[in-house]
């Protein structure tokens, strides 16, 4: 018996309502509150059971506060944007209630990762007796999971980490993103960043790729070396990994707009003065691009993302793993009505809550992911839609 408030209705927001509806024995009552009230109706008017709606500015601190007290949540899920963590773990603290995400922290003038702004609050969290969850989506999340996961049953000495995050789908537009184009895009063109041997590499954007050859016949793609927010955490919760690197596929339509588009400006996050009236570019950029929401329906194929690692099994003989998902957007669609990209996110959101609220994860401060036991999440994500594979092999092979 718990209730929980989704903060933010879009793509990802929409699944988590779908998702936690599925499964009332645990989300007993439900509220999505977002900045636009009208799209929580939408998302409400489609579900297997009625819900609570309501209108928050999740910056607001106060009037968050008021809705918690109101509502009286045991769990927020914060799927809005990575702006508003702090805020919604502030609100969170002030009314006392548990607090779990999708994307850590970013400062809106500066496309930085870096989990230092959210760890600090693991005092204030532990001393109100709360738990704060953080980075409980596909990529972070299930990459920290299926990265225990291996430890724990195959290679307890692990040396290396590479996390592969494939889609190899397609919406048919002629450029688009598949989350928060704002969020993307300020991913994808910050410098890439690597874990070797105690010391963070740092590469120039999209400089290091591979030609990847995708398991059960996908295809053939083209990865990137990124960095990626769960290197940091996962470095610091798994011991002895010597390097830990992060790689995504891209087309070659989607960089050749993002490379023009960066050359005009049109990725800058700095405010450019438009006849008195100071515009970023990138937001304005954000108004043009297919809303990620509308490309459930166009969307075919399949996204892979998968963990390999490498190390000494239980003999201490070398040993590689790699375990991956594979989901299909219109599979995904069919279902809750989005792509695979918002449905891998959601459904580790709606099982991370459940391991919070039903006890099988918990503890008092801030926590990552790789800090509990990844059975329970593991078989809950194979009953709630998220089967993982396994390979003993290499996948991604050294040059
Ligand atoms: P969308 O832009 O589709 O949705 C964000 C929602 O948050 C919108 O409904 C928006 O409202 C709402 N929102 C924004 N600001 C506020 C605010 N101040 N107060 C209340 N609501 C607000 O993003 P996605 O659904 O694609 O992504 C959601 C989150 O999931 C992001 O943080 C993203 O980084 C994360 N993510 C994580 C992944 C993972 O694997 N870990 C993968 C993909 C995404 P409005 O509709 O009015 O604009």
């Known amino acids: 018996m718990s209730k929980v408030l989704i903060i933010g209705a879009g793509g990802v927001g929409s699944v988590v309502a779908h998702k936690c509806a599925q499964v009332p024995e645990v989300f007993t009552k439900i509220m999505l509150a977002s900045r636009t009230k009208a799209k929580c109706d939408a998302i409400a008017a489609r579900l297997s059971r009625p819900i609570q709606t309501a209108q928050v500015d999740a910056d607001n601190v106060p009037q968050l506060v008021k ?31 548990n ?12 496309a930085k990762f870096e989990y230092k702004w959210q760890w600090a609050y693991h ?22 999971v299926y990265t225990t996961w ?45 874990f070797s041997h105690g010391r963070w590499v740092e590469t120039a954007p999209l400089s290091v790729a591979r030609p990847f050859r995708l398991p059960e016949n996908l295809g053939d793609l083209t990865i990137y070396l990124m960095y990626h927010e769960e ?3 996962i470095v610091r919760h ?30 800058r996050i700095d405010p450019v003065d438009y006849q008195g009236t100071p515009v970023v570019p990138l937001k304005f950029l954000k108004k043009l691009l297919p809303d990620p929401a ?73 926590f990552n992911m790789e800090q509990f036991d990844p059975d329970p999440f593991m078989a809950a994500l194979e009953r709630h839609g998220l089967s993982a594979r396994v390979l003993k092999k290499a996948v991604l092979r050294e040059k």
């Open 67 to 97: 809705l918690l007290k109101k509502f009286k949540p045991d769990l927020v899920i914060n799927v809005a944007l990575p702006y508003q963590d702090l805020h919604i773990m502030e609100a969170c603290l002030e009314a006392g209630v």
């Open 238 to 267: 798994v011991p002895g990994l010597k390097r830990a690197r992060f790689w995504m596929s891209f087309s070659e339509t989607y960089l050749t707009h993002l490379r023009v588009l960066e050359n005009v400006g049109m990725t």
């Open 123 to 144: 005092d204030r969290f532990k001393k109100a007796g709360l738990m704060a969850l953080l980075g409980s989506g596909f990529d972070p999340g299930v990459t920290s």
């Open 294 to 366: 509308s490309l459930g329906p166009l969307t075919t194929g399949q996204t892979c993302i998968g963990c390999q690692v490498s190390g000494l099994n239980a003999k201490g003989r070398p040993q590689t793993v790699y375990v991956y998902n594979v989901c299909d957007h219109a599979t995904c669609y069919k279902e809750v009505g989005s792509q695979a990209i918002s449905y891998t996110t959601g459904v580790p959101a709606m099982v991370g809550a459940m391991m919070m609220l039903t006890g099988k994860w918990s503890g008092t401060g801030v």
């Open 150 to 194: 291996i430890c724990k049953h195959f290679i307890p000495k692990p040396h290396t980490l590479d996390i592969i995050d494939c889609n190899a789908g397609s919406h048919g537009q002629p450029f688009a993103t598949n989350f928060n184009p704002e969020i993307n895009i300020r991913e994808v063109t910050a410098p890439g960043r690597y």
């Open 231 to 233: 290197l940091e955490s």
């Open 99 to 110: 607090y779990l995400d999708t994307a850590n922290y970013e400062p809106p003038n500066v």
